[in-house]
């Protein structure tokens, strides 16, 4: 962690995210790190950005946590209830 405009991205995230071939989960508020490394690592596999906003300009995908739940399972209103916990936290 550093201060803004100190070059973590360019020093940092960028080369690692060109290069590291393996799976990478980057925060990435403003949709720099995407927008110039999300296709080029594509070629280590399968690449999903969550843009929730649309900061990015790129396709976003979706994640729906409730499409983890088995209605039919003995646990679901359990399971149900911690999702909603950890939600609200």
Do not use: W, Y
């Not at 550093?2 to 995210?17: D, Q, Y």
């Amino acid at each position: 962690m550093a201060p803004t405009r100190t070059g973590k991205g360019v020093g940092t995230i960028i080369p690692n995210l060109l290069t590291a071939d393996r799976s990478m989960i980057c925060i990435d508020p403003k949709g720099e790190n995407a927008r110039i490394a999300g296709r080029a690592r594509q070629k280590f596999g399968p690449v999903h950005i969550l843009d929730p906003f649309g900061v990015t300009g790129l396709p976003s995908a979706a994640f729906n946590p409730l499409d983890q739940l088995d209605p039919a399972g003995l646990d679901v209103a359990e399971d149900a209830s911690t999702l909603a916990d950890a939600r609200v936290r």
